[in-house]
């Protein structure tokens, strides 16, 4: 999901909800299709200038899995706008 944060409470907001990701229990995704869409859409992401905070990478091994990853850009991309990654 795409979240939109005013810069006097940027800073904290990523921390807090990089925090409770981190401690989120993720269920596998449905296949490795969406695994793969979502891979995709995570380096889509970091081509356009995002910085990951947390995981952004899909782990190894078997089955469709993809851990909780924080994204987040310091400047307006109008990409990001144009393009529903997460629909």
């Known amino acids: 999901k795409r979240f939109i944060v005013d810069k006097k409470v940027g800073e904290a907001y990523v ?29 889509k992401l970091k081509a356009w200038g995002g910085k990951v905070v947390l995981g952004g990478t899909a782990p190894q091994g078997a089955g469709a899995h993809y851990p909780a990853t924080v994204i987040v850009f310091e400047k307006d991309r109008p990409e990001i706008h144009a393009e529903e990654v997460f629909g």
């Open 15 to 43: 921390q807090a909800f990089t925090k409770e990701m981190k401690e989120a229990e993720l269920a596998p995704l449905a296949s490795l299709r969406f695994q793969k869409t979502i891979v995709e859409q995570v380096e």
